[in-house]
C-alpha cells in the first residue's frame, strides 16, 4: 500500500539464516520442544523498507536465534505490493506460505476471514497483551478471536525542508488554502516545488478525505460513504492542488520518485509517516537532521484527519513450528523489542510501557505523531478492507492525471466497492 520497493540480496549472519526463500521446501516443518527448548526453523516475511528498516529487523531476529539457538530464522523481505497478494496465493496453495509474516494492519482481517491465519489468544505470542494501545489492537481482532499482534503503529503528517521554507519566508501551512499560497510562495521565492503528491497510492488520499468529513465505508450501518459529497470535494482538493501548480504528483514509481524529490531539496513538502523518517535522513538534504520539519496533514473544510496504520505480526494457520512462530512474534514485538526500533527508525511503538522509556520518551519524531497517532482515524476492521484501495487507486489516479472528474472518480469507486461489499447499502 504505502512503499513500492525493490527486494535486495540477503546476508546470512550471527547464526540468522537469511535466505532469499518461502518455506515451500518444508524446511520450516519439524519444529518441536525438546525438554522445553525450542527448535527447528521459522521463516519470517518481513515487508518494511529495504536500505533502513531491514536491517534492524533482521538483527532483531538475530537476537531471537542468541535466545534459542536450536531455532533457524529464515529472513525473506517481500516488497511491500506484492505481500499480500503472494501470501494469498501460497496459503491457498499450501505450500510456500512463511510461519510468520509481517501484516499491514488492513491484511489481518482479511487473512483471517480466509482461514489462513492461526488464532493466538492463550499462545505465547500475546504475552503481556494488556499493554497494547487499544487503537493498535482493535486491528488485530476479527470474530471475537486474535489473530495479530501489534508491532508498530502510524499515522501521517507533512514533511517540510526547514531550509527552504526560511529562504521563502514561510511556515508550516495548517490548512489547504494555506498549503495552496505557502507552494505559491515557494515557487515564486525559491524556484522549488511545493509539495510533492503521491499519486500512485491511494492511502494518500486518506487525509484529504477525512478532511473533508469523509470515509471510505461506515462499517456499523454498513453503507458505502467514498462517493458522497465529502468524497467528490477530496477529490476535487488533490486535482486542484496539481492543476494549480502547488503540487507535482505521478502515476507510477511514486515512493521512490517522492523520496528522492524530498531528500535532494527538489520539493520543499511531501506527506508522510514514521516509516520514512530513516529513509529520509539518508538524503543530502538532511544531513543535518534538525533540517527536517514536521507538522500535521492541513486541514480540509471539516478539520485535520489522518489514518490509523501499522503493522501486526501474524502467524500462518498452516505453520508446522507453532511454538517457535508464536515465540518469536512474542520476542519481536516485545518491549525490548520496540525501544530498539524507535530508537533506530522512529517508528511508534504498540506498547504503553515503551513511551516512558528514555530513548523513545526525547526522540523528537515519535514525540510529534504519538499524539496524531491518538487522533487518528481507524480504518473499517472488515475482511475486505484491504481491497478498498484497488479500485480507489484506480480512480485516485484518473482523477490527478485528468482523465477522470472528481464527480466521475467518487462515482466509479462506490460502484466498485458496491460489487465487492454485495449487501451493503
Known amino acids: 500500500m504505502r512503499r513500492g520497493i525493490a527486494a535486495t540480496a540477503l546476508v546470512a549472519a550471527l547464526g540468522v539464516t537469511l535466505a532469499a526463500c518461502g518455506s515451500d521446501d518444508g524446511s520450516t516443518n519439524g519444529g518441536s520442544k525438546s525438554s522445553g527448548e525450542l527448535s527447528g526453523t521459522v521463516t519470517w516475511w518481513d515487508t518494511s523498507n529495504v536500505g533502513s528498516e531491514d536491517k534492524v529487523f533482521k538483527k532483531l531476529a538475530e537476537g531471537f536465534t542468541k535466545k534459542h539457538p536450536k531455532v533457524t530464522v529464515k529472513y525473506v523481505n517481500v516488497p511491500f505490493g506484492e505481500a499480500q497478494n503472494k501470501f494469498k496465493n501460497a496459503a491457498q496453495s ?24 492461526a488464532p493466538l489468544d492463550g499462545t505465547a505470542a500475546l504475552k503481556d497483551d494488556k499493554d497494547f494501545l487499544k487503537q493498535a489492537a482493535a486491528s488485530t481482532k476479527y470474530n471475537g478471536k486474535t489473530y495479530g499482534v501489534p508491532q508498530v503503529i502510524d ?32 515557487k515564486e521565492k525559491t ?5 510533492y503528491l503521491r499519486g500512485d497510492d491511494a492511502y494518500w488520499f486518506l487525509s484529504f478525505l477525512y478532511g473533508e468529513g469523509g470515509d471510505l465505508v461506515n462499517a456499523e450501518q454498513k453503507k458505502i460513504t467514498v462517493d458522497n459529497a465529502a468524497g467528490v470535494k477530496a477529490l476535487a482538493t488533490v486535482k486542484d492542488l496539481v492543476d494549480s501548480k502547488a503540487a507535482i504528483t505521478d502515476a507510477t514509481n511514486g515512493w521512490d520518485n517522492m523520496q528522492a524529490a524530498f531528500k535532494d531539496g527538489k520539493v520543499a513538502m511531501m506527506i508522510n509517516g514514521p516509516w520514512a523518517v530513516a ?59 520496540q525501544a530498539t526500533t524507535a530508537k533506530e527508525l522512529s517508528l511508534l511503538p504498540t506498547r504503553e510501557s515503551v513511551y516512558i522509556k528514555p530513548d523513545v520518551a526525547s526522540n523528537e519524531m515519535i514525540g510529534f505523531f504519538k499524539p496524531v497517532v491518538d487522533k487518528a482515524v481507524e480504518r473499517p476492521w472488515i ?15 484518473k482523477v490527478l492525471t485528468g482523465q477522470a472528474t472528481p464527480e466521475a472518480g467518487a462515482k466509479a469507486t462506490g460502484d466498485a466497492y458496491r460489487k465487492l461489499l454485495k449487501d451493503w447499502k
Open 94 to 117: 499450501g505450500s510456500g506460505a512463511p510461519d510468520v509474516i509481517r501484516s499491514e494492519v488492513a491484511w489481518t482481517p482479511e487473512f483471517a476471514d480466509l482461514g489462513y491465519l
Open 155 to 186: 499515522s501521517m503528517g507533512i514533511f517540510y525542508n526547514k531550509k527552504i521554507f526560511k529562504e521563502a519566508g514561510v511556515e508550516a501551512p495548517k490548512s489547504i488554502d494555506e498549503l495552496k499560497s505557502v507552494a505559491t510562495k515557494i
Open 191 to 195: 524556484g522549488k516545488t511545493g509539495l
Open 279 to 337: 529513509d529520509t535522513f539518508a538524503g543530502k538534504e538532511f544531513a543535518d537532521k534538525a533540517n527536517l520539519g514536521i507538522a500535521p496533514v492541513p486541514a480540509g473544510s471539516a478539520g485535520q484527519g489522518a489514518p490509523q496504520g501499522g503493522h501486526n505480526l501474524a502467524v500462518y494457520a498452516g505453520s508446522k513450528n507453532l511454538d517457535a512462530s508464536y515465540a518469536f512474534v512474542e520476542y519481536m514485538t516485545s518491549a525490548e523489542a
Open 383 to 397: 475482511p475486505e478492507g484491504g481491497s478498498l484501495f484497488a479500485p480507489l487507486q484506480t480512480e485516485y489516479t
